[in-house]
């Protein structure tokens, strides 16, 4: 994959402290990646790259929303999504990305691409099961719902097979609470 040079931080030239990076993602991010579950993406990241002696401390902070279409009736809405994560960058004798919060780079790098990072934090982000806020609060109007209602059972048709049951299972339900 090819990497985006407007997430490369060059560490390198930096002095020793703090240095903060901000990042406006859309939806051409996300093309880069050939992910099209979302429909649009509006997401600030907030990055905070700590620069020590031996070591790298980066620090992500997203927030924003995608717009997704919802589980249960298919219609578009707009996700709000909030997401950090705590990124340490060492030194060593070759690359090695195996630890999920760890990146050991090769002596001599000057520079670290986030843009995988960034990627992974947005896509966990959103949850797995994603219900329109209109669904959940009663307000939205949609065939799909109305659709859904009408095949849904009734409470009323319950209610009439219990009446309607032999009297006899009375009985022998009368058994098994007298036994207790």
């Given at each position: 994959?090819?990497?985006?040079?407007?997430?490369?931080?060059?560490?390198?030239?930096?002095?020793?402290?703090?240095?903060?990076?901000?990042?406006?993602?859309?939806?051409?991010?996300?093309?880069?990646?050939?992910?099209?579950?979302?429909?649009?993406?509006?997401?600030?990241?907030?990055?905070?790259?700590?620069?020590?002696?031996?070591?790298?401390?980066?620090?992500?902070?997203?927030?924003?929303?995608?717009?997704?279409?919802?589980?249960?009736?298919?219609?578009?809405?707009?996700?709000?999504?909030?997401?950090?994560?705590?990124?340490?960058?060492?030194?060593?004798?070759?690359?090695?990305?195996?630890?999920?919060?760890?990146?050991?780079l090769p002596h001599g790098e000057y520079e670290v691409n986030i843009q995988q990072y960034i990627y992974e934090?947005?896509?966990?982000?959103?949850?797995?099961?994603r219900i329109h806020p209109g669904v959940e609060d009663g307000t939205l109007q949609s065939d799909i719902l109305?659709?859904?209602?009408e095949l849904s059972p009734k409470e009323q048709e319950n209610k009439n097979d219990q009446e309607d049951t032999?009297?006899?299972?009375?009985?022998?339900?009368?058994?098994?609470?007298?036994?207790?």
């Amino acid at each position: 994959m090819k990497l985006l040079k407007e997430f490369t931080i060059q560490f390198v030239g930096l002095k020793l402290g703090k240095h903060h990076f901000e990042y406006q993602i859309g939806d051409e991010f996300f093309k880069h990646f050939e992910y099209d579950d979302f429909n649009h993406a509006n997401i600030q990241v907030d990055v905070l790259l700590e620069k020590k002696a031996t070591l790298l401390e980066l620090h992500f902070k997203i927030s924003g929303s995608v717009n997704v279409y919802c589980d249960v009736t298919n219609e578009p809405y707009d996700q709000a999504i909030q997401n950090e994560f705590d990124l340490v960058v060492k030194f060593g004798d070759e690359y090695n990305d195996e630890e999920i919060d760890l990146l050991v780079l090769p002596h001599g790098e000057y520079e670290v691409n986030i843009q995988q990072y960034i990627y992974e934090l947005i896509v966990l982000a959103v949850p797995t099961k994603r219900i329109h806020p209109g669904v959940e609060d009663g307000t939205l109007q949609s065939d799909i719902l109305d659709k859904l209602e009408e095949l849904s059972p009734k409470e009323q048709e319950n209610k009439n097979d219990q009446e309607d049951t032999d009297p006899r299972w009375n009985t022998l339900k009368k058994l098994l609470t007298d036994n207790k």
